[in-house]
């Protein structure tokens, strides 16, 4: 429960950040964050977990590509044009890779985001997550401590950087 607020928090300071957020925004509580975004500022990369051929454009992601704001990237081919498990895993190593840093809402001990974090942590990667009893599990496999206050934008020094996560497990 404390970590859907804190993202509800993040969300809303990552909307008037200069961070480029990079995710597949399928989740449910994702889909919420993304939401928030699209009507901010900061720069946003969708990436579905299937084929972008013949996908229809929501009417919310309209604006913020006029402006240049979101950009709807594919790694697939035209013939997946439905999502499955196996195609996420993909995407989701497409968001890692694309991300200079990796923020995770939440993983289950010893699931499928947790072995995630594990990997972008092996290569690199710096992973985030918010401060939660439920995330102590990833602060002691290495994940700096965020809050929403960290990614909020000050008039001295700008945010230029691309976080991408998962939202939940």
Not at 47 to 71: F, H, K, N, Y
Not at 152 to 159: A, K, L, S
């Amino acid at each position: 429960g404390d970590l859907i607020l804190r993202s509800y928090d993040l969300a809303l300071a990552l909307r008037e950040s200069e961070v480029t957020v990079v995710g597949g925004f399928h989740a449910p509580m994702e889909k919420e964050c993304l939401t928030f975004l699209l009507r901010g500022r900061a720069p946003i990369v969708v990436c579905p977990a299937r084929s972008i051929e013949g996908m229809r454009v929501p009417t919310d992601w309209r604006t913020p590509l006029a402006e240049g704001r979101l950009l709807v990237l594919s790694a697939f081919s035209e013939r997946q044009q439905r999502p499955t498990g196996e195609l996420a895993a993909l995407r989701n190593e497409l968001v890692a890779a694309l991300a200079d840093e990796v923020l995770v809402i939440h993983a289950a001990p010893g699931g499928d985001v947790e072995r995630r974090c594990r990997t972008a942590l092996a290569r690199g990667k710096p992973l985030l997550a918010l401060e939660s009893p439920a995330n102590r599990h990833l602060i002691t496999l290495g994940a700096r401590v965020v809050s929403p206050e960290s990614f909020q934008r000050t008039e001295t020094t700008g945010n230029d950087r691309t976080t991408g996560g998962s939202a939940s497990s």
